[in-house]
């Protein structure tokens, strides 16, 4: 079965910092993995995801994520963060052998302080 | 495109009521899924359709939830009797076919209160 683990609940971070929302996974194929954002009273919103190919994948709003296989990983990360990126962070992934499901992650609550 | 749009946006009912949500994916779509979020127990995938047939239910949590599909545009998750328990934000999504590569596009929720 495939399962997704984001190990924060919360992550602060000063303005113009660099952040990271971290996020392993597990799955018996091979993963496709995405992130989505969700701002307050909001549905969620894609930001990229990774199929194949290049190891680092570029998103919306300046975003950016890293495959890693070895460690199956998929970290988030932007490296500047703004106020506005304050919002709840998914990680998903799809197993490739399993259809349509995603499974999503718990969610991580991004909090950029001014 | 209007995007996934979802009716109402906000529903208070008494318990033992039907509630009946409703859900338009986008135009070109061929799968809907319908997600319950909770702070307790996060997204939850209840169901999803592919080309108007219901493919995974087993998400429903019980006999009291019910979804059809009746045509590419329009569906519908029906709560009888609904429960303080069925409180929850209930999105729907859409994403278009083939492989398992495409992401889901959220509606913007309807957040369900049962008395």
């Known amino acids: 079965a495939q399962s997704v683990a984001q190990p924060e609940d919360q992550v602060n971070v000063a303005e113009g910092n660099p952040l990271t929302v971290k996020c392993t996974y597990s799955?018996?194929?091979?993963?496709?993995l995405f992130w989505y954002v969700q701002y307050p009273n909001r549905g969620l919103q894609f930001l990229l995801k990774?199929?194949?190919?290049?190891?680092l994948v570029k998103g919306s709003y300046g975003f950016e994520a890293e495959f890693n296989k070895s460690q199956t990983s998929f970290h988030l990360k932007k490296p500047s963060a703004l106020v506005s990126d304050s919002a709840l962070y998914f990680c998903?992934?799809?197993?490739?052998?399993?259809?349509?499901?995603?499974?999503f992650g718990p969610g991580t609550r991004l909090s950029v302080l001014p | 495109d209007a995007g996934v749009i979802q009716s109402p946006r906000h529903e208070v009912t008494e318990m033992g009521q039907e509630v009946t949500l409703r859900c338009k994916p986008i135009?070109?779509?061929?799968?809907l899924f319908w997600y319950r979020q909770t702070m307790m127990r996060g997204l939850e995938l209840l169901i999803y359709?592919?080309?108007?047939?219901?493919?995974?239910d087993s998400g429903m949590p019980e006999d009291r939830f019910s979804a059809k599909m009746p045509n590419a545009s329009f569906s519908t998750l029906k709560i009888q009797p609904s429960e303080p328990r069925d409180s929850a934000v209930y999105f729907c999504?859409?994403?278009?076919?083939?492989?398992?590569?495409?992401?889901?596009?959220f509606g913007p929720g309807t957040r369900l209160t049962v008395l």
């Open positions: 999504a859409s994403s278009p076919g083939l492989a398992g590569a495409n992401e889901q596009f």
């Open positions: 799955v018996s194929g091979n993963p496709y």
């Open positions: 990774y199929i194949t190919g290049d190891n």
């Open positions: 998903a992934v799809r197993d490739n052998n399993y259809g349509q499901n995603f499974v």
């Open positions: 135009s070109g779509h061929d799968y």
């Open positions: 359709f592919n080309n108007n047939v219901p493919i995974d």
